[in-house]
């Protein structure tokens, strides 16, 4: 299950997150992506938390969003904390790009395909290697996801999380911080969907 939710911040701007594929008890990275603005596109669907997270019934905003003639996007404003949150985590985003190369090369994890830790020219832009991003993938909410077994079986899936612990220590909170208030998020609009 791929749902593309978009957390409003700070006026117009927005950041975009692959969000969680759920695969048992376990869930695959968050990845922020990307940031555009809403004037750009016009037929965004936003919804404010205080609606997600009572009792409003959002289904026809959900179907605006996911429907056929939908963006498949759907935005969340005023989530609490994410702001500050944000601020917090992103910048840390140049630090990890420009560690040494050694202290890089101990947070990558070829046995999950690039799916958890630094990646930096894996992942392929057409059939090239893409070395003009840097990613960093965990789990916020599960350093080992799934059984040992599971683990073993399907690494890709059920990746261990790799953490900069010596060199930016400060990141491992920082993302789980801000990844347990996006996955609250989403929580409350899947409850949204179900209904």
């Not at 969000?19 to 919804?47: C, D, E, H, K, W």
């Not at 070395?131 to 890709?156: C, H, I, M, V, W």
């Amino acid at each position: 299950l791929h749902i593309l939710v978009v957390f409003s911040c700070e006026g117009n701007m927005f950041t975009s997150v692959r969000a969680l594929r759920s695969l048992g008890s376990g869930f695959q990275a968050l990845r922020i992506t990307m940031r555009f603005s809403s004037q750009s596109n016009p037929g965004l669907v936003r919804i404010d938390y205080n609606d997600l997270r009572g009792k409003t019934d959002l289904s026809e905003e959900i179907f605006r969003a996911y429907g056929p003639d939908g963006l498949g996007v759907l935005s969340i404003r005023n989530v609490p904390k994410y702001p500050e949150l944000r601020r917090q985590l992103l910048p840390m985003s140049y630090k990890v790009a420009h560690l040494p190369e050694a202290a890089k090369k101990e947070i990558e994890d070829p046995d999950s395909m690039w799916n958890a830790g630094w990646s930096h020219g894996k992942e392929k832009f057409g059939d090239e290697p893409d070395f003009a991003k840097g990613s960093f993938y965990a789990n916020p909410l599960y350093d080992e996801a799934g059984t040992p077994a599971l683990r073993l079986q399907y690494p890709f899936f059920y990746p261990r999380n790799l953490w900069p612990r010596s060199s930016l220590p400060q990141l491992e909170g920082a993302f789980k911080d801000l990844g347990r208030v996006m996955f609250d998020a989403v929580v409350a609009l899947a409850g949204q969907v179900d209904r």
